[in-house]
């Protein structure tokens, strides 16, 4: 009985045994197989991973502001074991190169933009929104004068870098001498300019760049139209009606106006222009790089009249046909944070565009002339239209003509009502 039950099993382990053997057809894939068969997943290679996490940043800065970009780039790098090349485009390339890229695909992934360009891109299709690879808070977090240039059709598509407001710089003691503060209306302007050629002064009472479409800009704002208001400011890009009647107290300003550009002089030519003028108004980097004793850096806080100053800045952003969205979105996120952006102020005088770092007990070093309306946006309405590079182009070559005196005052105001964004 107990052989016959081993005879049993071992039967019953046989057929076990020959069921679970590959037999030569269970071996065989048809190519009806192969159709229907998904291919597995191979799992890339370690170098394919770093060719994936590769980007290209373009950007255009002078050498010294490059040199630290770059430090910060290096430390990204070794931290986060990714390549970035960076490349520092040619001063006198523009960006009419850089459009021809987008539209031929082979554009960076991250490129630096002065504000000005951002919306002009965007509306081009040429740009990715903040959203899609930014995962940091923008709104309420970053200067409004800066954010509102990075807006267009309900999106933002750049992240703020830095802050380069334009400011007065002003011999506080030699407008005592004449008997005046510095003006705050256009009728104290007026004063001022009929003071000024009363008191039998040298030409140079007024310093600006001629090819400065933003310097221009801003003095036009602050001479200002009288009962111009704040609404009315905020509603036209140039507020035209406003610059064309600023164009008479303007033309009563020109015999007393210096050109303090950089067209064909050298930096010392300049400097000694910059001393000998009574008034300037240029970027606030400029003011910082330059040492002007006795004079006093004002940004003036808008008044009722709308009257403000340009805010220049610049931003990351990333082009659309980017493939690597996320590498770029986390590296701009390191370029730009608190610590990095106190550090870009201290090594390039660019002021930052995070708020916070206005709020802390220790500004580190930032400007005692900055106000709460330049921090909190407070009346400063920044014009903002995909046009807004060539309209700025057009206001630079048609005031240089009327500063120079090639045109006069009513062919100049006539070129400014022309002007549509």
Do not use: C
Request: charged letters at 20%; zero cysteines; a negative charge.
């Amino acid at each position: 009985m107990k052989r016959r039950n081993h005879w049993v099993l071992f039967a019953l382990l046989l057929l076990a045994l020959i069921n679970l053997s590959p037999t030569e057809k269970s071996t065989m894939v048809g190519p009806k197989d192969q159709d229907r068969t998904t291919e597995p997943v191979i799992p890339p290679s370690q170098e394919k991973v770093r060719d994936n996490g590769r980007i290209k940043v373009a950007v255009r800065l002078p050498e010294s502001e490059f040199n630290e970009l770059k430090a910060m780039n290096e430390a990204f790098m070794k931290e986060h074991s990714t390549e970035v090349e960076l490349v520092n485009v040619p001063a006198g390339e523009d960006y009419g190169s850089l459009q021809q890229q987008f539209e031929l695909g082979v554009s960076p992934d991250v490129v630096l933009l002065d504000n000005v360009w951002v919306r002009r891109y965007a509306a081009g299709g040429f740009l990715l929104p903040t959203e899609s690879y930014y995962s940091g808070s923008l709104t309420g977090e970053v200067l409004s004068a800066s954010l509102a240039q990075d807006e267009w059709n309900g999106y933002v598509w750049g992240v703020p870098l830095d802050a380069d407001p334009y400011v007065w710089v002003y011999d506080a003691e030699a407008l005592k001498e004449i008997g005046h503060a510095f003006p705050s209306t256009s009728e104290e302007w007026h004063t001022l300019i009929e003071a000024w050629n009363e008191f039998n002064s040298p030409a140079n009472f007024l310093g600006l760049d001629y090819n400065d479409p933003y310097a221009v800009m801003s003095l036009l704002w602050q001479l200002g139209a009288k009962g111009q208001g704040k609404q009315e400011a905020a509603e036209s890009i140039f507020n035209k009606k406003g610059l064309t009647e600023a164009v008479p107290l303007l033309e009563q300003l020109q015999p007393y106006m210096i050109n303090i550009g950089n067209d064909e002089s050298n930096d010392q030519w300049i400097g000694g222009n910059r001393q000998d003028a009574l008034i300037m108004l240029i970027p606030s980097t400029e003011a910082m790089k330059h040492p002007y004793r006795g004079k006093k850096v004002f940004f003036p806080e808008p008044s009722e009249s709308g009257n403000k100053m340009w805010i220049a800045g610049r931003s990351f952003v990333v082009t659309a046909r980017s493939t690597n969205r996320d590498t770029a979105g986390l590296w701009i996120s390191a370029m730009t944070t608190q610590i990095q952006q106190r550090q870009w102020h201290e090594k390039t005088g660019h002021l930052p565009a995070i708020k916070t770092l206005y709020y802390q007990t220790m500004r580190s070093g930032l400007p005692d002339w900055i106000t709460a309306s330049f921090v909190k946006g407070q009346g400063i309405t920044q014009p903002v239209t995909a046009k807004l590079p060539e309209l700025m182009q057009q206001l630079q070559e048609n005031s240089w003509s009327f500063l120079h005196g090639d045109i006069p005052a009513k062919q100049y105001g006539k070129q400014l009502d022309e002007l549509n964004p």
